[in-house]
């Protein structure tokens, strides 16, 4: 038989993916059960009443049970034909050149990232463009620099941070206490909001020196934890959980955004409207992600990015290289952590208002998934995943007939964990290393080529 075994299921393939997707369908009826399929509320006599979701619960229970099938029936021969030719595949076919999309990929996005605020604005309108600049342009780009920032610390140092979150609020409360209190500018605050939180990623980084993997994890969740506690029982200084509101805005060389003679719009002539400030904070952020992906490509390549991965490969051979592991981890902590509270300083400035409400674990939760999503270590996968996770929330939010398919109290933020997990039970399945699976080496002889995942042991590469 040859090896390049067809990828369609055979009958007994068949007979074993209905029995598969039979279990899935159980299984998922299970779950969702009470969570979707049972919806408790309230009468006016405060007396608990329930009524039932069949037809949305037997849509669930219906993906599931396809899904499985699916998979089962055709995708698990598929990828073990691919891999049986991969196996007697030769190298140079293997280490194959990418192609010209891929090479000019980063460009295109950059162009479309700057002309997408003055096509937004001549489609809807100055005013009409508010919604979508804000929400699927600013939103998703502080995502994607937060992103970036854990990156450094778990995709290339190897440290798993579920405090991450930590650093967002200390740039952020920097900022809205310093701008109140001594008047400072945001670009005077936004690189000293960015060395605080580097210094609180050095003060998380001594303790846990000698910690790794779900200890590590542990340390760093309580971190989190204990930094949005002081938010709210400091009372004298961040005001509880009432937050800190009436946060300066960030303005243009010192032209503020407002309707004052020395407003932007009454210098430039231009009619008034609140969108002019939503593409500065636009053009603002995605300035900021530049800087993010600049300065991890480059570390990536100088000898701290190089060490940084050697850690995350092998502690124990990291150290019998000579190198030092303590510097190593303070300064993955402390520069992953420093891009946080940039990030943070700019939330606060386009939001003009922060409480510990902002700054909860499962923001941090929600930036993990975004780095394992798009793929440990990848710049391009992460900024993906961001799109796909943040954006199609928001767009699920926009789709009103959605509202007519699952009923009027169909709210996607109570649904986004849930398609968090789904999402990365899918992505898990087909790209067990992220969107991106390819990884490109710093270090390489004579060529620099991109590897597939696949033939990249786990954990590695």
Not at 13 to 25: L, W
Not at 305 to 325: F, K, M, P, Q, V
Request: a positive charge; hydrophobic letters at 55%; glycine letters at 10%.
């Amino acid at each position: 038989m040859s090896s390049n075994a067809p990828t369609t299921a055979q009958p007994g393939v068949f007979a074993r993916a209905i029995k598969e997707a039979v279990f899935a369908g159980i299984l998922s009826l299970g779950l969702f059960i009470l969570y979707i399929g049972i919806k408790t509320d309230q009468d006016i006599n405060n007396t608990l009443i329930w009524y039932p979701r069949w037809g949305l619960l037997a849509i669930f229970v219906a993906i599931a049970a396809i899904g499985r099938f699916a998979i089962v029936a055709f995708f698990q021969p598929w990828s073990k034909a691919r891999k049986a030719r991969a196996a007697n595949m030769p190298a140079h076919e293997i280490e194959a050149k990418p192609s010209f999309f891929k090479k000019h990929f980063l460009k295109v996005a950059l162009v479309a990232l700057i002309l997408y605020p003055p096509v937004i604005v001549s489609i809807t309108g100055a005013q009409g463009s508010l919604k979508f600049v804000d929400n699927f342009g600013i939103q998703i780009l502080i995502y994607v620099m937060l992103a970036w920032g854990l990156n450094i610390v778990v995709g290339l140092a190897g440290l798993l941070d579920l405090g991450y979150v930590a650093f967002y609020a200390v740039g952020a409360y920097s900022y809205a206490l310093l701008s109140q209190h001594f008047g400072l500018s945001f670009w005077l605050l936004l690189p000293i909001s960015g060395i605080l939180a580097a210094l609180w990623g050095i003060m998380l980084g001594f303790p846990v020196l000698r910690l790794r993997g779900d200890y590590l994890a542990i340390v760093t969740l309580a971190f989190g934890e204990i930094i949005r506690l002081v938010l709210i029982n400091w009372t004298d200084v961040t005001q509880g959980t009432f937050g800190v509101s009436g946060i300066p805005k960030a303005t243009l060389f010192g032209i503020p955004f407002d309707a004052s003679a020395h407003g932007f719009a009454k210098t430039f002539g231009l009619p008034m409207s609140s969108a002019y400030y939503k593409i500065f904070l636009f053009y603002l952020i995605l300035a900021l992600c530049m800087l993010t992906a600049y300065v991890t490509i480059r570390l990536r390549r100088m000898p701290i990015g190089r060490a940084w991965e050697a850690l995350r490969e092998d502690e124990i051979a990291c150290r019998s290289l000579g190198i030092n592991t303590v510097t190593t981890k303070l300064t993955a902590f402390a520069t992953g952590a420093m891009f946080g509270g940039f990030a943070g300083s700019f939330f606060a400035a386009r939001q003009g208002f922060v409480s510990p409400e902002s700054f909860v674990f499962l923001e941090s939760a929600v930036i993990l998934a975004i780095v394992v999503l798009g793929g440990m270590g990848s710049l391009t996968g992460i900024a993906i995943a961001a799109i796909a996770m943040v954006g199609g929330t928001e767009l699920l939010r926009e789709m009103e007939f959605l509202k007519q398919v699952f009923g009027p109290d169909f709210t996607p933020e109570l649904y986004r964990m849930l398609l968090f997990g789904l999402a990365m039970i899918i992505v898990m399945l087909f790209k067990p290393r992220g969107f991106v699976g390819s990884r490109e080496p710093t270090a390489f002889l004579k060529e620099r080529k991109s590897v597939s995942g696949s033939f990249t042991k786990e954990g590695h590469g």
